[in-house]
């Protein structure tokens, strides 16, 4: 087991160097400069914010002392916002975007579960076609547009909830559930399938015959394993709902880290652009590590070997 987390660490090490060597030099590939839509300055301003950053140095000694910045969690200030570094940055956003992030995960995992869960018990029934239905337009509908409409109707027209920022708990249910209906679908239809599957086991006949309840037959036997796809889903769904929430922020007025990468993009501002990067793909990392141990643990059937393969 202990050979087996030193590669699997050693593995997201790699990983990270790998994403943060492609976001430099694609940033640095890409035509044009982050000084070209500001030209308020003469050449000699531009020459002098190019040296203090750096960018006047061969390619080869940025890319030593990004990788170094990387190491030292030191990525100087940012380009469009001087007098702000990118840790600052991270600081101030990533609070609020981990918070919507997690609380739209919480939703879609119980509310998935509980979903597919109750379909598999209803098989062919109006329940099971209903909640089937749901996850189709939950998966279908992309969460940018789902945003656009969840505005349109409850924040515009019925006045229900606010529309922007993230203040109260109200301003919570818009964003929360824009973000999380297509996971929360996609989990939906993965436990009903594999309920359905689960379900049909010799070891659920024999709980049955035993005499327990419908309700541990359920909980305590079936669902267990009928959770195995969701957990092995879930990594790919925690990084596609973290790095989501830079769309649902920006259209919900949200101050997270979405409006400082989008906006760190369109000034071309390198250093926001490489920082966050490195950052997310940090932490997506780390949160499919920990899935791989929840799997293990889930299924007492995997069991690594001295090897640690």
Known sequence: MKQYIVKRFLMMVLTILIIASLTFFLMHFIPGSPFDQ?????????????SFYRLDQPLYVQYLHYMQSIFTLDFGPSISHPDTTVVQFLERGFPVSFELGIFAVVVA???????????????????????????????????????????????????????????????????????????????????????????????????????LSPWKVVVRHALRNALMPVVTLLGTLLASILTGTFIIEKIFAIPGMGRYFIDSISNRDYPVIMGTTVFYSTVLVVLLFLVDMVYCLLDPRIRLDKKGE
């Open 38 to 50: 500001d030209r308020s300055f003469n050449e000699a301003v531009e020459q002098n914010l190019r």
């Open 109 to 211: 995992v119980i509310s998935g579960i509980a979903l597919g869960v109750f379909a598999a018990l209803k098989h062919n029934g109006v329940i099971d076609y209903l909640a089937m239905g749901f996850a189709v337009l939950g998966i279908s509908i992309p969460n940018f547009i789902l945003a656009t409409l969840l505005i349109q109707e409850f924040a515009v027209n019925l006045g229900w909830f606010p529309a922007a920022t993230w203040q109260t708990p109200m301003h919570m249910v818009l964003p929360i559930v824009a973000l999380a209906t297509s996971p929360l679908a996609i989990i939906a239809r993965l436990t009903r399938a594999s309920m359905l599957e689960t379900l049909t086991q010799d070891y659920i006949r024999t709980a049955k015959a035993k005499g």
